[in-house]
């Protein structure tokens, strides 16, 4: 009788833990001032489902922060990602919800400000040499002159809401080199494609760690769900509507997005 009592007593003990962190948790959820700045990326558009409100915005309840939002329930949930957002946007339209009561912002920027859509559009329309020569301007955006810009909007961020725990995501490669796309643009095109993201991401990562933010690097989970993988793709390639052409699909936010926003929080 003596170890079957222990053994209860045990298994009664671990329970009682797991409920009061269970309590703590969703008591510091409870208290949880959050919000979600950026670009399309962090708004959801290819995701579907936009909210009414965000018209072009095209936020959307797939979007990584409106998940972590339903599955944590902050006390609070400003969501103000929007398509086609620059830095500059994030500084003239995003920060009013920003407030010393603010814990957690999250945010996707940069993109934009480097070209993505129009150097996207050249490679899919275009010669390889003009796309190579638009991953190459990009690129060069990206170095020299984004990195002022995101010190801006990351400073501005920290003087609206300086108790804030901030989390900046990166953006994932678009395709998988050596798939199994028959139709496209080719593995020449697709790797430039994929080399800017690597500069990119590796921009927005310094200029984070020098704010003292947490960077998130989404090219792991996004692995093996490229456009062209074999698996199931989390990425939309060219579709209509045109804007949701090369972003995160549902499943892409979901799986991809969401986890690595959760890792940083």
Not at 49 to 57: D, L
């Amino acid at each position: 009788m003596r170890p079957a009592r222990a053994v209860s007593v045990a298994s009664l003990a671990i329970l009682l833990s797991l409920t009061t962190l269970a309590a703590a948790t969703t008591a510091n959820a409870a208290t949880v001032n959050y919000a979600a700045l950026g670009d399309s990326y962090s708004a959801g558009v290819g995701a579907g489902s936009y909210t009414s409100e965000s018209g072009s915005c095209k936020r959307s309840t797939n979007a990584y922060p409106y998940l972590w939002k339903n599955a944590h329930g902050p006390s609070a949930f400003a969501f103000a990602a929007c398509s086609g957002a620059r830095t500059g946007d994030v500084l003239n339209n995003q920060l009013s919800v920003l407030n010393s009561g603010t814990t957690l912002v999250s945010i996707t920027i940069g993109g934009n400000d480097a070209g993505f859509a129009s150097t996207m559009q050249t490679c899919v329309l275009n010669s390889e040499s003009a796309c190579l020569t638009a991953v190459a301007n990009a690129k060069a955006y990206a170095t020299n002159t984004l990195p002022g810009q995101l010190d801006q909007v990351y400073s501005a961020i920290h003087g609206k809401a300086p108790n804030a725990h901030v989390v900046v995501l990166g953006y994932p490669h678009l395709y998988k080199i050596g798939g199994s796309c028959i139709f496209g643009i080719g593995d020449t095109k697709r790797s430039a494609i994929n080399s800017a993201a690597d500069v990119l991401d590796d921009v927005i990562a310094k200029r984070a760690a020098n704010a003292g933010f947490t960077y998130e690097d989404v090219r792991g989970l996004f692995t093996g769900h490229e456009i062209c993988a074999s698996g199931t793709v989390w990425l939309n390639s060219t579709t209509l509507p045109v804007d949701e052409s090369y972003h995160p699909k549902a499943s892409g936010q979901s799986g991809g997005y969401l986890p690595a926003f959760t890792a940083g929080v």
